[in-house]
T-cell receptor, first 114, second 110 residues
Framework: DVKVTQSSRYLVKRTGEKVFLECVQDMDHENMFWYRQDPGLGLRLIYFSYDVKMKEKGDIPEGYSVSREKKERFSLILESASTNQTSMYLC?????????????FGPGTRLTVL | QKEVEQNSGPLSVPEGAIASLNCTYS??????FFWYRQYSGKSPELIMS????GDKEDGRFTAQLNKASQYVSLLIRDSQPSDSATYLC??????????FGAGTTVTVRA
């Protein structure tokens, strides 16, 4: 079974803090993704990575950065958290690029920025 | 225009009925399509994928794809209360990425 884990289920931070969200997958997947999910807006891609140390911007990268130093681990960084970054953050992984690859999701981190 | 649009719902069906979910996509180059189910407070889980025109059946679920009309649908037959969830349609417009619709919330009434 594919397992994608995220470091926290719930997180409360203050405006201006630096926030780290970590994601680990145990299936040797090449691709990893960070999404945020907001009511009425669906899942929006923030960043993705198709290999170690490689990253690509998604649809809404502003205010975020990522790090992938090891194949199994993909971190999302909020350099200076703002209230509009309050959201559910979902990490996903897939085996390889190309059409048809299923993405497997972690349990999500609900982040509240006060 | 959003890449993937779903009927907004919410959709309420009686137990045992057929729930019909619809999705359209804008990128004609999309080759792969997925339906995910998301229970409240949980993460999405894949229930169906479809790549060719026509129907694909898996248990009580049937996915239908019409690339000419850029249309994907999901039918849930003999709906059960456990099918109550939000269903997300996704297309793959290029390598790696999936584009998701906003989701349709289904409630199955006992």
């Amino acid at each position: 079974d594919v397992k994608v884990t995220q470091s926290s289920r719930y997180l409360v931070k203050r405006t201006g803090e630096k926030v780290f969200l970590e994601c680990v997958q145990d299936m040797d997947h090449e691709n990893m993704f960070w999404y945020r999910q907001d009511p009425g807006l669906g899942l929006r891609l923030i960043y993705f990575s198709y290999d170690v140390k490689m990253k690509e911007k998604g649809d809404i990268p502003e205010g975020y950065s990522v790090s992938r130093e090891k194949k199994e681990r993909f971190s999302l960084i909020l350099e200076s958290a703002s209230t509009n970054q309050t959201s559910m953050y979902l990490c996903a992984s897939s085996l390889k690029g190309g059409f048809g690859d299923t993405q497997y999701f972690g349990p999500g981190t609900r982040l509240t920025v006060l | 225009q959003k890449e993937v649009e779903q009927n907004s719902g919410p959709l309420s069906v009686p137990e045992g009925a057929i729930a019909s979910l619809n999705c359209t996509y804008s990128d004609r180059g999309s080759q792969s399509f997925f339906w995910y189910r998301q229970y409240s407070g949980k993460s999405p889980e894949l229930i169906m994928s479809i790549y060719s025109n026509g129907d694909k059946e898996d248990g009580r679920f049937t996915a239908q794809l019409n690339k000419a009309s850029q249309y994907v649908s999901l039918l849930i037959r003999d709906s059960q209360p456990s099918d109550s969830a939000t269903y997300l349609c996704a297309s793959s417009p290029n390598d790696y990425k999936l584009s998701f619709g906003a989701g349709t919330t289904v409630t199955v009434r006992a």
